[in-house]
């Protein structure tokens, strides 16, 4: 009987309350499962018009109102939809109270959505300037569920996109209009330069020889906080939300010289990322030990990831040892990934994301192993086999 009352409330007819959001929705989104012998065995929760969540069954539908973290109310019938999640911080599923009801707790869960990731490897640098932001608008067009990108920190302290803490010379073009020789390139330490001046450098017009199908366009390295604004900003204009996987690119002979100490450059970092809002859509990940480390101490709610390198010879349980602690990722080098290795992370609940892998029998061939998703300079070539 108060299954069969819950699901009469919940037909009935409820005003289009916007939630006020201080959470991330998309968190919630996805199909319930209710216990058998319910008048209905499932239920969707979805976003309507980018702000309200929504509830609906077969028989009804009702919005829901945001009272706090992982908290909805029933305003017009005193209840409230109280979500749960696990230890990894992913919601499980929800109980639902509606005293004048008599309905206390009715648990429902989260059916498992296991979703592919297709991780745009500095954007789509196959196609556009790394690590720029038309590359990684570019990445979202061609439907990739994740942006790749790497961060450096300039002298008065802000957050760049750029894999490299200098400017490189096959992709720079100086302010004065001339390319860059290797040991001039390797002078220009980002570290050394307020971003006023880095910024006057282009990077996206020089031909590249390593990807000769890239667009050239004028473009510089941004800032972190700037290409947030501009992928948040193109996230709502196509209506899909996208999930990122930031590196921290610190190493102990770079402290000091060509970044901050690692615990500044993390809080750095994070600080940007926390103001976007975005920590729960994000992956930080490193070949640095300490920066994890770090992470682990000072943001253990956000997930992470350790990058591996092609020459690393150790096993991933000594990795994780060294480490010091369970990642929620492992990203090895492509050419090291196992059955094995995927067979034992994911008995130990970690994903495995391989870099960085550009040839199309490759990602099929690892897709079909196993892997939980992959990094590629080419996410048009990526997309296209994760959905075959």
């Known amino acids: 009987m108060k299954k069969i009352l819950l699901f009469i409330v919940l037909a009935l007819s409820c005003s289009g309350i ?69 230890a990894a911080n992913d919601v499980q599923g929800f109980k639902i109270s509606i ?38 608008i570019s990445a979202m067009d061609i439907g990739v569920t994740t942006l790749e990108m790497d961060l450096q920190v300039s ?5 760049v996109v750029s894999h490299d803490p200098y400017f490189n010379e096959k992709i720079t073009t100086t302010p004065e209009g001339k390319f860059l020789s290797v040991d001039d390139a390797h002078r220009r330490l980002l570290y050394t330069m307020n971003y006023d001046s880095i910024k006057k450098y282009d990077v996206g017009l020089k031909f ?29 204009a196509i209506k899909r939300t996208v999930l990122y996987n930031i590196e921290i690119k610190s190493d102990p ?4 010289i060509k970044h901050p100490s690692v615990e500044e450059f993390t809080d750095l970092a994070m600080s940007v990322i926390s103001k976007a809002g975005i920590s729960s859509r994000t992956i930080i990940q490193s070949f640095d030990n300490r920066a994890l480390q770090v992470m682990h101490q000072k943001y253990p709610d956000v997930k992470l990831s ?32 196992t059955q094995n290795m995927i067979r034992y992370c994911h008995s130990n609940n970690i ?36 959905r075959s």
């Open 18 to 86: 916007k939630a006020q959001v201080k959470t991330n929705l998309q968190d919630y989104t996805g199909r319930y499962i209710f216990p058998e012998g319910s008048l209905t065995e499932s239920a969707i929760v979805s976003i309507v018009n980018d702000t309200v969540l929504n509830i609906s069954a077969s028989i009804g539908e009702c919005n829901l109102r945001y009272s706090k973290q992982d908290v909805f109310d029933l305003p017009q019938y005193g209840g409230d939809i109280v979500f749960y999640r696990n």
């Open 99 to 136: 005293p004048m009801a008599g309905i206390e707790n009715l648990e429902a869960y989260k059916e498992a959505k296991v979703v592919f990731e297709t991780h745009g490897h500095r954007g789509n640098r196959g196609g556009q300037p790394e690590n720029t932001i038309a590359a990684m």
């Open 155 to 159: 002298k008065d302290k802000k957050i």
């Open 208 to 236: 590249n020889p390593d990807f000769p199908d890239q667009k050239k366009i004028a473009a510089n390295k941004p800032l972190l906080s700037d290409l947030l604004q501009a992928t948040e900003t193109h996230s709502k």
């Open 253 to 256: 002979a770079g402290d000091g």
């Open 306 to 337: 350790l990058l591996i390198e092609e020459d690393d010879k150790r096993s991933v349980e000594q990795m994780i040892r060294d480490l010091g602690f369970v990642p929620e990722v492992i990203s090895p080098a492509f050419e090291l990934v």
């Open 351 to 386: 994903q495995v994301i391989p870099w960085t892998v550009n040839n199309e029998d490759d990602i099929t061939r690892l897709k079909d192993m196993g892997v939980d998703g992959i990094i590629s300079d080419y996410p048009d070539r990526l997309v296209k086999r994760a």
